[in-house]
């Protein structure tokens, strides 16, 4: 059975940093790309970064280039993203992701980051 487990959210305040990390688990896994998205409340799940294996490419949303760096761990069975100056805004469930092109999509359950003012 696969599963992504994040580990690393936490209260800050802002302006502070944050390292994410995501490791995924079972025998049957493997992925296209993995990468992270976030949910505050009251607002729909939105991307944040991701990285694909096949070349390297990261993509990052926006609102948070420049201050997060996503990057994959060993065996592409894991992924971190440091999350420097952090903002009020950024505060949400962080959701660990797996792409599998042409396949769904594998989830992790989430690890709150609340940046205070």
């Known amino acids: 059975q696969v599963q992504l487990v994040e580990s690393g959210g936490g209260l800050v305040q802002a302006g502070e940093s944050l390292r994410l990390s995501c490791a995924a688990s079972g025998r049957s896994f493997s992925s296209d790309g993995m990468g992270w998205y976030r949910q505050a409340p009251g607002k729909e799940r939105e991307f944040v970064a991701r990285?694909?294996?096949?070349?390297?490419?990261?993509y990052y949303a926006e609102s948070v280039k420049g201050r997060f760096t996503i990057s994959g761990g060993v065996a592409k069975r894991t992924v971190y993203l440091q999350m420097n100056s952090l903002k009020p805004e950024d505060t949400a469930v962080y959701y660990c992701?797996?792409?599998?092109?042409?396949?769904?999509?594998?989830w992790g359950q989430g690890t709150q980051v609340t940046v205070s003012s």
């Open positions: 990285i694909i294996w096949s070349n390297g490419n990261i």
């Open positions: 992701n797996a792409v599998r092109f042409g396949f769904p999509d594998y």
